[in-house]
């Protein structure tokens, strides 16, 4: 239970990669506060599930959200998973400023003032872990919107590591390949995973628990040496 006394906030965790580091981080110790934005029952199961777990709806196209989201962690924290994200595909043709707007602010403005509003509020020797993807690197048709928000959180981390470092509190970014989600079955042909499964080193699709798990190292304390890094899970999609 390396995670003994701790707390932790994960955004976007009542499915998918979320609810992965959500029962990874409570299984090792730390009293998780997750937040959700549609999907209440299955929220609410998660935290009957998991003993020291809570669930709150925050919708992050609504900056006012972050009131509820902090409103269980006012007597501290000592991680910070920023993990939701929405990816609506689309050609640059068809964006709209109101298109641009919604995804930069649930996919990067969010996340920033979360990372601004957590920090007086991060003991000594804290984690921040921002979730980012492998399509910054790996450019995708219909992907613009979503590559650019993770692209800016990816940029947010590294200055936050250089101004959070003085208390020991590290920043870092897990950048996930394909993983198997309903998001990813639902948003790819049958054919198209097959193909990434067979480029893939290791010759599978990622499961939520393997981004979990590096989550869990780097918010443990074997991960208090690095900061400022982005980790590419993605099983050898990209070398």
Do not use: C
Not at 140 to 147: C, D, H, I
């Amino acid at each position: 239970m390396t995670l003994n006394g701790k707390s932790a906030l994960v955004t976007g965790g009542s499915r998918g990669i979320g609810k992965a580091i959500v029962r990874r981080l409570a299984r090792d110790g730390a009293r998780v506060v997750f937040s959700y934005r549609e999907n209440k029952d299955a929220a609410d199961a998660l935290a009957r599930e998991v003993a020291g777990v809570t669930a709150v709806r925050a919708d992050q196209e609504d900056l006012a959200s972050l009131d509820a989201l902090f409103e269980h962690l006012e007597d501290g924290l000592d991680i910070l998973v920023n993990n939701a994200a929405i990816n609506p595909p689309t050609a640059i043709r068809d964006i709209t400023p109101e298109l641009f707007d919604q995804v930069m602010t649930v996919n990067a403005k969010f996340p920033l003032l979360a990372m601004r509003r957590a920090e007086p509020l991060l003991r000594d020797g804290g984690r921040v872990i921002n979730v980012s993807t492998l399509n910054t690197v790996l450019p995708m048709p219909g992907l613009a919107l979503y590559s650019a928000s993770k692209a800016a959180l990816e940029q947010f981390t590294a200055v936050a590591a250089r101004e959070f470092g003085a208390r020991d509190i590290t920043v870092n970014t897990v950048s996930p390949g394909a993983t198997e989600t309903d998001l990813l079955r639902d948003t790819n042909p049958p054919e198209a995973l097959a193909q990434t499964t067979a480029f893939t080193a290791l010759g599978r699709l990622g499961a939520p628990e393997d981004i979990a798990d590096v989550v869990a190292f780097l918010a443990g304390p074997d991960g208090r040496w690095i900061t400022g890094q982005n980790i590419r899970a993605t099983g050898g999609f990209v070398l």
